[in-house]
């Protein structure tokens, strides 16, 4: 459901009031957050609201892109609109597997500069911490790879962080693209899952050959 707080457009889950709370709780800085994770591209918070931890992640506008961000933001969905529709799709359609995200805020304006998104908090570990990975478990992962695809879901970087095993044991996605799925993105996700995780997935399917045809045009044309 729509709604707006000052300066920002809201996206809510139900139109749930208590999301809106947390965010203009957040804003304006009273309630307390802690930074998690940071670069120049997004920063990650946590964060508690009534007993309940919550995360929140806020979106930076990226210098080098700013003119093709601000020209695709006028005619499409921002990357918290489109993940936030994304996770509530995927949800609906029975795929929890894939972070819960509460609510999508954009900054108002001709384009889009700042924007956050409201998720919930997976109590687990991060798949990077569990050690070595046997095969079952890869297999596992690679399951939940292929099941986001299904949901119209791009990973951009299945890497063992953007991973969680729950406590109750299940593994859980807590990022991903606003990328709509086509075969070169699914491509992309099996042979960066590969070589991070030195598996050999789909090594014959096209997603698969026509991400390594891009690799290797790249690597040609670099000589």
Do not use: W
Request: aromatic letters at 14%; hydrophobic letters at 35%; a positive charge.
């Amino acid at each position: 459901m729509k709604d707006s707080l000052g300066d920002f457009n809201l996206y809510i889950e139900n139109g749930d009031e208590k999301f809106k709370e947390i965010f203009s709780r957040f804003i304006s800085k009273e309630i307390e957050s802690e930074v998690v994770a940071q670069n120049k591209y997004s920063s990650v918070y946590f964060l508690e609201f009534n007993g309940v931890k919550y995360v929140l992640k806020k979106f930076n506008e990226n210098p080098k892109k700013k003119i093709t961000r601000g020209l695709e933001c006028m005619f499409f969905k921002s990357t918290a609109r489109k993940m936030f529709d994304k996770s509530q799709a995927s949800h609906k359609a029975g795929f929890s597997k894939v972070v819960k995200i509460y609510l999508a805020a954009d900054k108002k304006g001709i384009v889009t500069k700042e924007s956050y998104i409201l998720m919930e908090f997976i109590d687990g570990i991060e798949v990077e911490k569990l050690g070595r990975l046997n095969n079952s478990f890869k297999t596992r992962l690679f399951n939940v790879l292929e099941k986001m695809h299904e949901h119209n879901i791009i990973s951009g970087d299945p890497n063992p962080k953007n991973f969680i095993l729950s406590k109750d044991g299940r593994i859980r996605i807590i990022d991903f693209t606003k990328r709509d799925k086509n075969p070169f993105y699914c491509g992309k996700d099996i042979g960066i899952f590969n070589r991070i995780y030195e598996t050999n997935f789909k090594k014959n399917s096209l997603p698969l050959l026509l991400y390594n045809l891009e690799i290797l045009k790249k690597y040609i044309f670099r000589k």
